[in-house]
């Protein structure tokens, strides 16, 4: 355990000092919340990949997979999925040089209700999927023998500090190391396990005396394609709108940057995230009498792998706990500037560079303590992130796109369809089930048909 602590350590101390050394390139709002607009494809493709290969997929895809089996995989497809397709409107995207997505939906519809609202649930999305991050990094100590809640905290103290002093430069510099030790850490540790465990036939059978399911080794599962698409759907439509991932495509030094670095970073996700599958699958042979399934990776990792390998893979998964966690700091922080504080108390204005950079600092402080206080209600990783992607884009998906690839959508239809989408969200989470289709389709299909047709009304009327 000692050996494992120390080259946390010192993985915390090298992130403190990327932030330091990343400050030196913020001189301006743009620069801390948008690199300068400034990243090139190699850069771009990595801080996307890092964004979703965070302690959500890590640790909650092996929770899931502990459990089920070789289905969850298909929570990691979605994030690949959903950036290859989000890439075939990046470049377009880019051309418009805007900042946040409501300065998207405000600019397409004229509208600062709907800049105000998309504003307001993609905050609480993103402090929610933060909160995940803060919820894995604490399932990490308590492996350790850290107490989980003072673990959390510290990991969040760190991120929250690194991308405090440093910006969307931090985060970039620290994402390209992040998700380039994490995925090496996951691989590393499946080719450990697999080695030292008479290979993966011998863990297969390990893991049929534990009586799963028939289908534990099934991609299908045996829960239905139901349960597939609540797995993959959510993801996939937040890609589409994810304030997090336009971000990085604002980022991206021109729209074809943007473009390919989309398809580069979904390949990477598409790939990368069958081994934490694989190390929760693993967990269940060898370890089957786990208190909690979240435990699945940090006790693969610290039990049966050398202390020393078994540091550097837990400081592997805690990169991608901090990779997601500072990109989502970046991105909530960027509503709360440009959209909020700007947009609309400031009516677009023109403001102090220095203020807004002192301002940018003071409220990533803020939000990272708001997500350790949320981190405490829902602590089931996948749970609070699939509930954070369905607040979110029950409602803003289809202005968001219709508006996109529609001439003819309008203000009012755009704001029927947030609203209606929202209550369905909101509904969903409080238990409502409508008619056993999955609340992304249900709402979509009611969005949609509302955001049509009232747009044609309100067309007419014009």
Not at 157 to 183: E, K, N, R
Not at 208 to 236: C, E, K, Q, R, V
Not at 416 to 445: D, H, K, N, R
Request: hydrophobic fraction near 55%; aromatic fraction near 10%; charge should be neutral.
């Amino acid at each position: 355990m000692t050996t494992m602590l120390v080259v946390l350590v010192i993985y915390f101390i090298l992130m403190i000092g990327v932030g330091i050394w990343a400050n030196k390139f913020n001189e301006n709002m743009t620069d801390f919340l948008l690199a300068g607009r400034r990243l090139g494809l190699g850069l771009a493709s990595f801080t996307l990949a890092a964004t979703y290969f965070g302690g959500g997929f890590v640790i909650g895809i092996g929770e899931m997979a502990y459990e089920k089996g070789l289905v969850a995989w298909w929570n990691g497809l979605a994030g690949g999925i959903g950036l290859i397709l989000v890439g075939l409107m990046a470049k377009q995207m880019r051309d418009l040089a805007l900042y946040t997505v409501p300065d998207y939906l405000a600019k397409r519809y004229d509208s600062t209700t709907i800049r105000a609202v998309s504003s307001i649930l993609s905050m609480v999305a993103l402090v929610g999927i933060l909160a995940g991050q803060v919820s894995a990094a604490r399932n990490v100590f308590a492996i350790l023998g850290v107490n989980p809640m003072l673990g959390g905290i510290i990991a969040a103290v760190i991120f929250v500090i690194y991308t405090a002093i440093g910006g969307l430069w931090a985060a970039t510099v620290t994402d390209f190391l992040q998700i380039s030790i994490a995925a090496a850490g996951c691989i590393i540790a499946v080719a450990v396990v697999f080695v030292s465990n008479g290979g993966w036939g011998n863990i297969q059978s390990l893991i049929a005396a534990t009586g799963p399911a028939d289908t534990y080794f099934n991609f299908m599962g045996g829960d239905g394609m139901t349960f597939i698409l609540w797995l993959t759907l959510p993801l996939i439509l937040y890609t589409f709108i994810g304030q997090d991932v336009y971000q990085r495509i604002f980022a991206s030094k021109d729209g074809k940057t943007a473009r390919n670095s989309c398809f580069v970073a979904g390949i990477m996700i598409c790939i990368i995230t069958v081994f934490p599958a694989l190390m929760g699958m693993s967990a269940r042979g060898l370890f089957p009498n786990l208190e909690s399934a979240g435990q699945a990776v940090p006790v693969l990792i610290s039990q049966a792998l050398p202390p020393l390998i078994a540091g550097i893979v837990l400081a592997a998964i805690m990169a991608a706990i901090m990779s997601t966690a500072s990109s989502i700091l970046t991105a909530a922080t960027s509503h709360v500037i440009n959209d909020v504080y700007i947009e609309l108390i400031h009516k677009g204005e023109h403001q102090d560079e220095a203020k807004m950079l002192k301002m940018s600092r003071i409220w990533t402080l803020v939000i990272g303590a708001l997500a350790i206080v949320f981190s405490t209600l829902i602590p089931q990783i996948v749970t609070l992130l699939l509930m954070s992607y369905t607040l979110y884009t029950s409602g803003v998906f289809i202005p968001v796109v219709g508006g996109f690839i529609w001439k003819g959508a309008t203000r009012q239809g755009a704001l029927a369809a947030l609203v209606v989408g929202t209550i369905i969200a909101v509904a969903s989470i409080a238990g409502v089930s409508f008619f056993g289709i999955p609340t992304e389709i249900f709402s979509g299909m009611v969005c949609l048909v509302i955001f049509v047709a009232v747009s044609i009304m309100t067309k007419v009327k014009q």
